[in-house]
């Protein structure tokens, strides 16, 4: 045969192939190199896979411009993308959105690569963030005025009056509560918040890593969906200065396995002091600018100081009162955590603080 019959056989051939594979849209997301909080920067990798059924060790690595995200300094300098979770990406068709670490290319952890500094990651761990955020545009919390503040807050918390909350927050959060559902991040709960243009929800996740990605996954489809209504997501610790103003928080709610199913309030009190020890360690990794909303006002322990009580807003942690009532109603709430701090970085340290008090009375 010609070799123009061969060519064409071998297109056919090719094409019946593809006509075979399900062509699906996979977002690989990942933490760029900026301090003190890293952002998140994605694209979009088509691949033909010829089943649902698959694995994310199936997925490839790939490859960035490393130079334009902090992450590369020389020419010559090169990373890897690792996916570590897939989730469903439900605002497109086809499509999927992966988690990824960022890998030297001796495959050691990139500097940036927070998620790696989890040492423990065995199942034990239960995590519940508050994922407080404000809604902004054009550097201000939406419907903010152009000068000065609105009227005294207040009237925002958990409210419903249009010309008080507008239609686009409850929008918003909304679809963004759905999207999060399809894919697979267990959103627990939603309600808006103190400040005007300010909401918050909550996700739940078991095991450490996971509870990374939940987070910064759950970050990702708000910051894509708000794209759509021209607005930016402000995840500053205190976005309104000076004044009178809530600050945007996402509280750090654990637990371990002996927590949730053995008793004890020895256990729980031991766990608090043992936070009192390694201060300047958590507010290290707790988020920046923190220190203009740890004031020891609008429910919040001053940066300064160190408390635990039973149902205190006004504590570095919190014991529910569902805690109390048979010490073994699974959670502590760390309330210092800023909405800007890196979760991977929350996670690891809380692990590592819990793991070290002993289960012995
Ligand atoms: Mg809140």
């Given at each position: 045969m010609k070799y123009t019959v061969w060519k064409k056989v071998f297109f056919a051939f090719n094409w019946l192939c593809i006509m075979n594979m399900l062509p699906m849209k996979f977002e690989?997301?990942?933490?760029?190199?900026?301090?003190?909080?890293?952002?998140?920067?994605?694209?979009?990798?088509?691949?033909?896979?010829?089943?649902y059924a698959w694995d994310v060790s199936e997925l490839p690595t790939w490859n960035f411009d490393w130079s334009s995200t902090q992450q590369a300094s020389g020419w010559s300098s090169d990373c890897v993308l690792k996916p570590v979770r897939v989730y469903k990406d439900a605002a497109r068709t086809n499509a999927w959105i992966v988690m990824c670490e960022v890998w030297n290319a001796d495959w050691t952890p990139h500097v940036s690569n927070s998620r790696s500094t989890i040492e423990s990651d065995d199942g034990d761990f239960w995590f519940g963030f508050e994922q407080e955020y404000v809604m902004e545009k054009n550097g201000k919390p939406i419907w903010f005025p152009e000068k000065g503040n609105p009227d005294p807050q207040g009237k925002y918390y958990c409210g419903v009056w249009y010309s008080r909350m507008s239609h686009i927050p409850r929008r918003i959060a909304d679809k963004h509560?759905?999207?999060?559902?399809?894919?697979?991040?267990?959103?627990?709960?939603?309600?808006?918040?103190v400040l005007k243009g300010?909401?918050?929800?909550?996700?739940?996740?078991?095991?450490?890593?996971?509870?990374?990605?939940?987070?910064?996954?759950?970050?990702?489809?708000?910051?894509?969906?708000?794209?759509?209504y021209e607005l930016d997501l402000n995840l500053n610790p205190k976005p309104v200065r000076p004044?009178?103003?809530?600050?945007?928080?996402?509280?750090?709610?654990?637990?371990?396995?002996?927590?949730?199913?053995?008793?004890?309030?020895?256990?729980?009190?031991?766990?608090?002091?043992?936070?009192?020890?390694?201060i300047p360690e958590h507010m290290a990794v707790y988020g920046s600018e923190n220190e203009y909303r740890l004031t020891g006002k609008h429910e919040t322990q001053s940066i300064d100081e160190y408390s635990f009580g039973v149902s205190d807003r006004g504590a570095s942690i919190r014991i529910p009162l569902t805690t109390v009532q048979d010490w073994r109603k699974?959670?502590?709430?760390?309330r210092r955590v800023a909405a800007n701090a890196d979760p991977y970085k929350v996670v690891a340290r809380v692990v590592k603080t819990v793991q070290e008090v002993k289960y012995e009375n």
């Open positions: 690989y997301i990942r933490l760029d190199g900026y301090t003190p909080e890293p952002n998140i920067r994605g694209k979009t990798k088509t691949i033909l896979m010829d089943t509560f759905d999207l999060c559902w399809e894919a697979w991040i267990y959103i627990d709960g939603i309600n808006a918040e300010q909401r918050e929800y909550g996700v739940l996740s078991k095991w450490a890593k996971k509870a990374g990605d939940d987070v910064w996954v759950s970050r990702y489809i708000l910051m894509r969906l708000m794209e759509e004044g009178d103003r809530n600050g945007t928080g996402m509280h750090c709610n654990f637990s371990n396995k002996y927590m949730r199913e053995i008793w004890g309030e020895w256990y729980f009190t031991h766990v608090c002091k043992r936070f009192g020890d390694y699974w959670r502590l709430e760390d």
